[in-house]
């Protein structure tokens, strides 16, 4: 039996509501040995008084010692066990730009990066290039072409953009060809299994012919392919749960990750904090689940701006009172994976969690941060339980056994 299956078995009727805010990113290091984390530093004081009265604990998205995707970090705090459900970061972003996929495309997640004369990489993101300048870059990689298959190249946001491949035969079974890191170039795809080999040679021809159209560009002058998947299939979030389920997030790839497990979209009213939290507030009487996602505090951690990470959980605090003002039922606080400023990157570091209901223990701790979370109530647990304790919370499962 699965966990969806068992939870269906114990699943009873209820009105209540539960929101699940997603800090992307949000745990941190100190930049020193003796000093703070991001969310530590940051002047939170309606955190902190929710915190007083939450349980808090923390999460591992994939398990200890792995560093999380944003794809599995998000699906495992929706409740599917990422390892389960494996999902390519190429489908999650056409699917964030509602591309029609059809069941047998391969879509790829691309960057727009900078290379030096020796095509070495001296920026993964190409600058951080503006949303309208990928869309003119994607038109210009419209002209190439490959055999046997069609091409599709759209622009997603800044220096994303999603290739889909159509056609007979594809595998997604391909390396990336992202290094991860400066100072060398990017790589060729390969095949994982056999079958691969044409679809990697298919790759490698369109980044050859990418190359050429993109090399007079600046900073945009070369690109890199990631997250090669199909569309899989996976059951809705409303079957698992019995729930209403609504998300509210301005980037494309996370309003991909919801359409993905059949939440519905809600435009949000604006890209702030105050703006994603007046939308929830519009919306409050049509759904029971609201997944909210900040993106802010990521990408700060992987520009290494520690302190505009705090900026941004600084902003979603004051922000916080529009949303404890329409008193839910359950409000899951916490994060897909932790992106240390101090690292640049994704890093393994458990995930700070926060959890109120009425019916929650209170921690009465000081704040909102890595250290309370580590003496929290709730320890450290896997993220892909976080739905059964929301569940439990807001009286939406009955008792198990005799």
């Known amino acids: 039996m699965s966990g969806f299956e068992f939870l269906r078995g114990l699943r ?4 209540t509501k539960i929101v699940l805010m997603v800090l992307d990113g949000i745990g941190g290091l100190p930049q020193t040995p003796d000093g703070k984390t991001e969310l530590e530093t940051a002047a939170t004081p309606n ?20 560093t999380p995707g944003s794809g599995p970090g998000h699906l495992a705090l929706f409740g599917y066990d990422p390892l389960q459900y494996v999902i390519g970061r190429g489908v999650l972003e056409a699917l964030g730009i509602a591309f029609p996929l059809e069941d047998h495309d391969l879509a790829a997640r691309g960057n727009f990066c900078t290379v030096d004369a020796a095509g070495n990489l001296l920026d993964r993101r190409a600058g951080r290039i503006p949303t309208t300048e990928c869309a003119r870059l994607c038109a210009m990689l419209r002209q190439i072409t490959l055999p046997g298959v069609q091409v599709f190249v759209e ?5 994303r953009f999603v290739l889909v491949l159509r056609g007979a035969g594809l595998s997604s079974d ?6 991860q890191r400066l100072g060398v170039p990017p790589l060729p795809a390969h095949p994982l299994a056999p079958e691969a080999a044409p679809t990697a040679d298919l ?7 990418a190359q050429v159209i993109l090399a007079g560009q600046h900073p945009a002058n070369m690109l890199m392919l990631r997250g090669f998947s199909r569309h899989p299939q996976i059951p809705s979030f409303a079957q698992a749960y019995g729930l209403r389920p609504a ?11 919801a359409r993905l497990v059949g939440m519905d979209l809600v435009e949000p009213l604006g890209k702030t904090p105050a703006d994603e939290f007046a939308t929830l507030a519009a919306g409050w009487q049509d759904h029971d689940f609201f997944y909210v996602h900040i993106k802010g505090t990521d990408s700060a951690g992987e520009d290494g701006d520690f302190a505009r990470k705090v900026s941004v959980v600084e902003e979603v605090d004051r922000a916080l009172p ?3 003002a329409l008193n839910p039922d359950v409000l899951m606080i916490g994060g897909d994976h932790s992106t240390p400023a101090v690292l640049k990157a994704h890093s393994w570091h458990p995930v700070p969690f926060l959890l109120y209901s009425r019916t929650c223990r209170p921690d009465a701790a000081a704040g909102f941060g890595e250290r309370a979370c580590a003496q929290g109530s709730l320890g450290r647990f896997p993220a892909c339980l976080a739905m059964t304790l929301a569940l439990a919370h807001a009286g939406r499962l009955t008792k198990f056994g005799a």
Do not use: C, H, K
Not at 174 to 179: A, I, K, V, Y
């Open 12 to 15: 009873t009727e209820a009105t």
């Open 203 to 209: 790759i490698n021809e369109f980044v050859a012919q």
């Open 322 to 324: 529009a949303l404890l």
């Open 155 to 159: 622009p997603v946001q800044d220096y």
């Open 47 to 66: 955190l902190d008084a929710l915190a007083a009265r939450s349980s808090l604990g923390l999460t591992d998205p994939i398990g200890p010692g792995i």
């Open 174 to 179: 391909l390396s990336e060809t992202d290094p």
């Open 247 to 257: 998300a509210i997030a301005v980037y494309p790839m996370y309003r991909g990750l």
